[in-house]
């Protein structure tokens, strides 16, 4: 008992340190986000903000503050509209990779036709081609259709399906039970309201799992907006963060003002992570039990 007493105090230690690890950049970006721009060099080495202060959140989201700058940026950036371009431009682009590469993976799973399984090969072995080198196709066309500062441009490349996410659901729509499809097809049911119906609702938990993987990557995503999304009216944060730093060119960056910013980019994917991550686990045990 004295041995796995140890073992499990030893266990717990070594959790709290690799979290400490984890979680100390982001409590130096939220302790520079609190302080005055005039302490961030002067209360370096604390770990605590000498005089707490919201008005760096309030300035990202152009509101009224208390906090001054010694030298103003040259344009203001709305933070609080490039939060709600990136929710909007999240949303669409999960959204569509979801559904698409649900129906991708019923069809490569259920659905018998002539080469299925060379496409499936050919689909997979596409994902080697490295996403930069379709970068220039993709923009020329995107500027010839006119879609350029458009929302439909940024995610137009990328919302039909995702290679990793159509082989995933494939194998979980190939474990399923056959028994609930063939009925239904004897109810005189069609393949999409097998698909939609049946086979998609039994799917919770590995669609939940993907949503949150596909909503992440969506709202890190930066280069492809960064090319055909620079207008303010549909300026992701993550670009409107770099378009923040840049403005400062040879000066010191508005550290409190973009830790500010950064923070508010942190706040909605540790919603997601919190609530999802919860119903992740309790679908998968509940299709466990059943």
């Known amino acids: 008992m004295q041995r796995m007493s140890a073992a499990r105090i030893s266990g717990y230690a070594a959790l709290v340190v690799f979290a400490f690890i984890s979680l100390l950049p982001v409590w130096v970006t939220l ?3 609190l302080s005055h721009p005039q302490d961030v060099f002067a209360e370096a080495s604390s770990l605590i903000p000498h005089a707490p202060t919201m008005g760096n959140f309030a300035r ?6 208390d906090v ?11 933070f609080a509209l490039a939060l709600r371009n990136s929710v909007i431009y999240a949303a669409i682009l999960v959204t569509g990779q979801l559904f698409f590469s649900a129906l991708a993976a019923y069809a490569f799973a259920r659905l018998r036709f002539p080469g299925r399984d060379k496409l499936f090969i050919a689909f997979i072995a596409a994902t080697m081609i490295p996403s930069i080198v379709l970068f220039i196709p993709n923009f020329v066309l995107i500027r010839q259709l006119g879609l350029i500062n458009t929302f439909a441009g940024m995610v137009a490349p990328n919302i039909l399906m995702v290679p990793f996410a159509v082989f995933f659901l494939r194998q979980f729509f190939i474990s ?14 069609g393949h999409f309201q097998i698909f939609w119906h049946i ?8 669609l939940a799992t993907l949503a ?12 492809w907006p ?21 403005q400062t060119g040879q000066g010191t960056p508005d550290w409190t003002g973009l830790m500010a910013a950064v923070m508010l980019s942190i706040i909605p994917i540790l919603f997601l992570l919190v609530f999802f991550g919860r119903q992740i686990v309790e679908s998968l045990q509940t299709s466990g039990m059943k």
């Open 226 to 246: 960064y090319l055909v999304g620079r207008d303010d009216s549909v300026r992701p944060l993550a670009v409107a963060l770099a378009e923040f730093q840049s």
């Open 60 to 65: 990202a989201l152009g509101m009224p503050s």
């Open 199 to 206: 086979a998609l609702p039994l799917q919770k938990g590995p």
């Open 176 to 189: 399923s039970p056959k028994e609930l499809e063939e009925a239904a097809r004897l109810e005189g049911l």
């Open 212 to 223: 949150i993987l596909l909503s992440i990557n969506a709202w890190n995503d930066f280069f």
């Open 68 to 78: 001054t700058l010694i030298s103003a940026r040259s344009a203001p950036i709305d």
């Open 31 to 33: 302790k520079t986000a």
